[in-house]
Antibody
Framework: QVQLVESGGGVVQPGRSLRLSCAAS????????MHWVRQAPGSGLEWVAV????????SYADSVKGRFTISRDNSKNTLFLQMDSLRPDDTAVFHC?????????????WGQGILVTVSS | QSALTQPASVSGSPGQSITISCTGT??????????VSWYQQHPGKAPKLIIY???IRPSGVSSRFSGSKSGNTASLTISGLQAEDEADYHC???????????FGGGTKVSVL
């Protein structure tokens, strides 16, 4: 059974940093591109970033470019999202999602999500 | 990277069919690809992939769900509406903008 479990969320002040993790089980991450997708309260899903199976290719949404960094450690089957210069409009539930390496556009596996609240 | 446009809500009676639209631009939904997907999300749960590549159902997804695309608009049809279909539905598309992706605002489906 595939499980993606996010951790590292919480309440943080504007301008501060936070690092999210996504631990995978039942799934070999080296076969998957991995995404972060967020959902602000009462809103739809927003794609945040993607990283290739080997970590060499990364892409970001304009809203987070230059502030967020996606990375992965395949030896630990774990995905990360370093979030710097956080703003109140970054408040959201952050999901990690896995896509087959042949189809990055298919978000096949999802984690339950972790809440990040940016507030003073 | 503007969000795709979906109706905020759609409702129907049990057994009826409903269709949810997802409108983008020639840079995403209407681009030279079929990389449009649909996700079902029940309250407090993770999204679930129900349609990919415009009209393909993953294994285990009910045949009552079907997808299509015309120009810049993709559509999800739910036939034989059931109470368990009450959920939020999100569309997504690959975009031509530097290998990025975009979601719709989500549609709440209510079964009357």
């Amino acid at each position: 059974q595939v499980q993606l479990v996010e951790s590292g969320g919480g309440v943080v002040q504007p301008g501060r940093s936070l690092r999210l993790s996504c631990a995978a089980s039942g799934l070999t991450l080296t076969n998957y591109a991995m995404h972060w997708v967020r959902q602000a309260p009462g809103s739809g899903l927003e794609w945040v970033a993607v990283i290739s199976y080997d970590g060499r290719i990364k892409s970001y949404a304009d809203s987070v470019k230059g502030r967020f960094t996606i990375s992965r450690d395949n030896s630990k089957n774990t995905l990360f999202l370093q979030m710097d210069s956080l703003r109140p409009d970054d408040t959201a539930v952050f999901h990690c999602a896995g896509s087959p390496d042949s189809a990055w556009h298919n978000f096949e596996y999802w984690g339950q999500g972790i809440l990040v609240t940016v507030s003073s | 990277q503007s969000a795709l446009t979906q109706p905020a809500s759609v409702s129907g009676s049990p057994g009826q069919s409903i269709t949810i639209s997802c409108t983008g631009t020639s840079s995403d939904v209407g681009g030279g690809h079929n990389f449009v997907s649909w996700y079902q999300q029940h309250p407090g749960k993770a999204p679930k992939l129900i349609i990919y590549d415009v009209n393909i159902r993953p294994s285990g997804v009910s045949s009552r769900f079907s997808g299509s695309k015309s120009g810049n608009t993709a559509s999800l049809t739910i036939s034989g509406l059931q109470a368990e279909d009450e959920a939020d539905y999100h569309c997504s598309s690959y975009t031509d903008s530097g290998g990025t992706y975009v979601f719709g605002g989500g549609t709440k489906v209510s079964v009357l």
